[in-house]
């Protein structure tokens, strides 16, 4: 066993891991708020991240790309819901999967359109350097876990800790009786889509570094983040963070020392495991099963 | 003569194609209690349903004079009007003080929400007492009390009860009606009570309306419909 190199493929897992958090967070939040799983949840972040890249290009600083960024998604993500989701809110399940489906080519289609298929590459502002000068870590990879986990804490904070997010929480766990106590559920579901499109924002632009920009980039990672909210339980913001990570490790650290799965069959790790959580703990690691009291 | 704060004028509602009310009138006096009486599947929860915009309704309907009816039920709930829904409506997985923290959603003031916590509390000491704890947690009673302390806090002049005896212990029910008898007479909450427990609602009631299948079938004071051998033989069954 090769120590250095287990510890160095944890910490990588850890990395790309924070991502897969970020997107099972944004698909559990949309999935709490109107029971869909959002099959457009890597496309949103996809398209999101050109918009950084377009910005960037037109020479706006990394930051300030990054916070408008993040706003026009944020924007985008409530319009999506009041304009496409809100009409067909009653509508069947089969309804809403394919309205998913036709939201993720039209979004994949527009971005080949605009910005067409060829691979971009998308700035790091962390620097290529190795972090500390250890070797174990590069700067990007510690960047991306330092803001993937400060973006979780902040999400924390704001649904502990704030009326509008326990707001948005009573508007998802029981709308009718939240709308009798005056919410205005509608609109705390759109809020809801405007944060996991603006957190799929921040998503896209840490992984783009790593994966390249391009329409297709997110397919892989989108597959990691629902095995990861499987994992966690699509019931649990808690679970799917820690489904996140976990995916995130497990499958670098089974990608290296498997000798059959290599690089190429990583992602059938992601599949196997939605397919052994589904076959063991239907609802997941910290997901509740559905039990009520009459 | 006292001030009518609900009227309803030929209400009729609608789930889907299949129609439960059928040009119902009502009033609720301000500060009386009105109840609303009748068998299982007579339209009673449809009719709170129907006044707090939760199913589609014809018919006139207005509060302090206002036309309500049509209007989402949101926006009604913010006129004063609190809805305890049949099965308590509890956010089960949130604690018993963010429950109450939620019924106060749609008021500003941070500090008369702390204080109308407490007020909630004074009502309902075993509620403090559990203030951390999930709410599903909580026997019948218990959420029931909640669900009560959840519309307090919306500071209602309007309280519509759906069957808050539902499966609930006889001496807790006792205790909830006290409370309710309390509620009306010192913070001036007028409340629309629908009840199976006829006898009960009788005597905490001033007024009482008798329905059946989405039609008045007799109304009058509640002492009148309680002492009328007739009525409480042929619908009130005791």
Known sequence: MNWELLLHQVLAGLATGGIYACIALAVVMIYQAIDHLNFAQGEMAMFSTFIAWQLMDWGTPYWVAFVVTIAVSFIGGVAIERIVFKPIHDAPVLSHIVVFIALFSIINSLAGWIWDYTIKSFPTPFGSRSLLGSGLISAHDGGMITVSLGLLALLYLFFRHTRVGLAMRAAAANPESARLAGIRVGWMIALGWGMAAAIGAVAGMLIAPVVFLEPNMMLGILLYGFAAAVVGGLTSPGGAVVGGFSVGVIENVAGTFIPYFGRELKLTIALLLIVAVLLVKPSGLFGRAVVSRV | ?238
Request: proline share 3%; aromatic share 6%; glycine share 10%.
């Open chain 2, 1 to 238: 003569m006292t001030a009518t704060l609900l009227e309803a004028n030929a209400l009729c509602a609608f789930y889907g194609a299949t129609q439960a009310l059928f040009g119902l009138d009502l009033a609720v006096e301000a500060g009386g209690i009105t109840t609303l009486l009748g068998a299982n599947g007579a339209g009673k929860t449809t009719t709170l349903r129907a006044l707090s915009g939760m199913v589609r309704a014809t018919g006139e309907i207005r509060f302090d004079g206002r036309p309500i009816a049509g209007r989402p039920v949101e926006q009604i709930v913010r006129l004063g009007i609190a809805h305890v829904p049949q099965g308590r409506g509890t956010f089960v997985r949130q604690t018993v003080e963010e429950n109450l923290q939620i019924g106060a959603m749609t008021r500003r003031n941070h500090s008369a929400i702390a204080a109308d916590v407490e007020r909630v509390y004074g009502y309902f000491p075993r509620l403090k007492e559990r203030r951390r704890q999930q709410a599903g947690t909580l026997s019948g009673g218990e959420q029931q009390m909640l669900a009560v302390g959840r519309a307090m806090m919306l500071r209602p002049r309007l309280m519509l009860l759906d069957e808050p005896s539902f499966g609930l212990a006889p001496l807790i029910v006792q205790e909830l009606f006290g409370i309710l008898r309390n509620l009306n007479r010192d913070e001036n909450v007028s409340m629309l009570l629908v009840e199976q427990n006829a006898s009960l609602a009788l005597d905490l009631a001033d007024h009482a309306y008798l329905i059946e299948t989405g039609r008045l079938v007799i109304k009058g004071p509640a002492h009148a419909i309680r002492n009328d051998e007739t009525v409480r033989r042929s619908y009130l069954g005791y």
